[in-house]
């Protein structure tokens, strides 16, 4: 029962799950595993036939597109705003990406059969997440130009603001150089952006963590991209509402 659970991992910490209707949630809620996912756990791989979708709570889970050198860089975040496994219902079943915890935590498993069960009814399910999907399209779109166009400063800070949207405070557990990875580009440019910041009082970081300490300069320091996506997704999404409807079972 959702009682029994804590309440910061209730399903209903997710804004998709929440959104849905009690119909809907009395349908899905009974299939959902609650899952810890640590960092740098690959969900799936590129070419990996994806079977089951993951609805972050607290975790922090980046999509990756791969060079044949090896060499990655990240072209969406996916937090407690959206999903995780979008081709196993797209049709296509496999992914051309890599799907990587950045930052370790909590989500909600789910068959991918269930789900799609679940959005062949067009009912709200399709709905949100049809417009889920062209948040997501946005990200995509703007992470692109902002990493043709502006500054690894700049490009450093739009991240730094992303991760912290989806975790519930203003801390990362994280490296410079899983930063490097994210943004593809070099660790030591990471580590001078990050020096830049701390001397003016907008983070602190050692290693391995960061705090933001003043979002407002974050954000000033910061170039449009990280305004035009955050605007779109509360447009296109329902604010995170309230726990309710606790009689639902899950899995």
């Known amino acids: 029962m959702l009682e029994a659970i804590n309440p910061a991992l209730s399903p209903l ?12 949630q009395g349908r899905l809620f009974p299939h ?19 079977t089951a979708l993951y609805f972050p709570i607290d975790v922090i889970v980046s999509l990756l597109h791969v060079m044949e050198s090896g060499a990655s860089a990240e ?20 992914s051309s990406s890599r799907a990587i915890v950045q930052s370790a935590g909590y ?48 490009q450093f800070c739009r991240w730094l603001l992303m991760s912290i949207d989806r975790l519930p405070d203003n801390h990362l557990a994280i490296t410079h150089e899983l930063i490097a990875n994210m943004l593809g580009v070099r660790r030591e ?29 974050l954000e000033a320091l910061s170039c449009e991209c990280y ?9 296109l999404l329902p604010p995170l509402l309230t726990p309710h409807h606790s009689h639902l079972k899950i899995g």
């Open 13 to 24: 910490k997710n804004q998709l799950l929440a959104a849905l209707t009690p119909e809907e």
């Open 189 to 217: 440019g990471i580590t001078e952006a990050a020096g830049k910041l701390q001397k003016l009082g907008v983070i602190e970081h050692h290693r391995g963590h960061i705090t933001v300490l003043d979002r407002q300069a």
């Open 75 to 94: 072209t969406a975040m996916v937090g407690k705003e959206g999903l995780v496994g979008f081709a196993s219902f797209m049709g296509g079943e496999s």
């Open 32 to 50: 959902l595993e609650l899952v810890m996912l640590p960092i740098k756990q690959e969900l799936y791989g590129v070419d990996d036939k994806v």
């Open 107 to 154: 989500a909600y498993r789910l068959k991918g059969s269930v789900f799609i069960t679940e959005f062949q009814r067009h009912g709200e399910l399709l709905d949100l997440v049809l417009r889920y999907m062209q948040s997501l399209i946005t990200q995509k779109a703007q992470t692109a130009v902002c990493n043709r166009h502006h500054s690894i400063d700049q």
């Open 227 to 235: 305004a035009v996506v955050k605007k779109e997704t509360d447009r």
